[in-house]
Each structure stands twice: as C-alpha cells, then as structure tokens.
C-alpha cells in the first residue's frame, strides 16, 4: 500500500504558505503606511543597514535571490535615491544606503520587527527554539 500524498500536510508546502502569508503582510504594511518600497528591497535595504559596503554578488548569495533580480533591484533603489554604488575595482562595487536610504530603514525596521514578533506570537521561547533547530535542519538537508 503506497502512502497517499497530502500536500497540506507536506512541510514543503507549510513552509512556503508560511513564507508567502509574512511577504504578503509586510508588502501590504509597506503599503498601508506609506512606503514606496517590495519586501524585496527592503531586504536589500535592511542587510545594507546591517552590513554596509556589500557588492552585488555578496547580496545575491545572502538574500538567496539570482544576480539579475537583485540588479534590478538594486537599479529601483538606486533611482529612488537610497542607495548608492562605488566602485571598488573594474567589476565590483560597494553598495551603501544614502542618507535617505538610512532615514527609510530607520522607519521601516520596527515593521519588521512588529510582524516578526506577530508571527511568533503565542509561541513559548522553547518552542521558537526548536522551531529554528528544525527549519535549519530541514534547510541543512538540501545544502
């Protein structure tokens, strides 16, 4: 008898349902509140806040995104006056926040924060720690 295949109770399948409802409210929040910015960018934008000076490449492999996303990404907010890029040699450039760039960052984080929180709520601190152990474990099986 071969197991039947439910893919509401595929973890696969959890996982991106999960990740779409969080992307979907801070786009949604972005919105509401007046932030001409994707959730997209505002990752970009937040790594940036964390680790100025990134180069395109650095971006793309930590964000998980394909160098032709993040380039045009990265051209938005850059005619949108948040970034900026330097050339630290022929191919490769540093990418900083403008001062427009840390303005919007500083306002935007607590929504980050906020919905962070929103999405643990009702967890204990044990079951958040486990919830982290498992999804890196799970991420660690296909890497």
């Known amino acids: 008898m071969t197991k039947r295949y439910d893919i509401e109770k595929s973890i696969g399948f959890i996982i991106y349902r999960t990740a779409l409802a969080m992307k979907a409210t801070l786009h949604r929040t972005l919105k509401e509140r007046g932030f001409d910015i994707t959730p997209e960018q505002y990752g970009i934008l937040n790594l940036l806040w964390e ?55 500083e306002k935007t984080r607590p929504i980050g924060l906020e919905l962070g929180e929103k999405a643990i709520s009702g967890l204990l601190a044990r079951e958040i720690e486990a919830l982290e152990s498992m999804l890196n474990k799970i991420y660690g099986n296909f890497s």
Request: charged fraction near 35%; proline fraction near 2%.
């Open 51 to 105: 680790k100025e000076g990134l180069s395109q490449q650095e971006i793309s492999k930590i964000l998980f995104k394909d160098k032709p996303n993040v380039s045009r990404m990265l051209d938005a907010l850059e005619r949108k006056k948040l970034i900026s890029r330097q050339a630290t040699d022929r191919r490769r450039y540093s990418i900083s926040l403008t001062g427009a760039g840390k303005t919007l960052i």
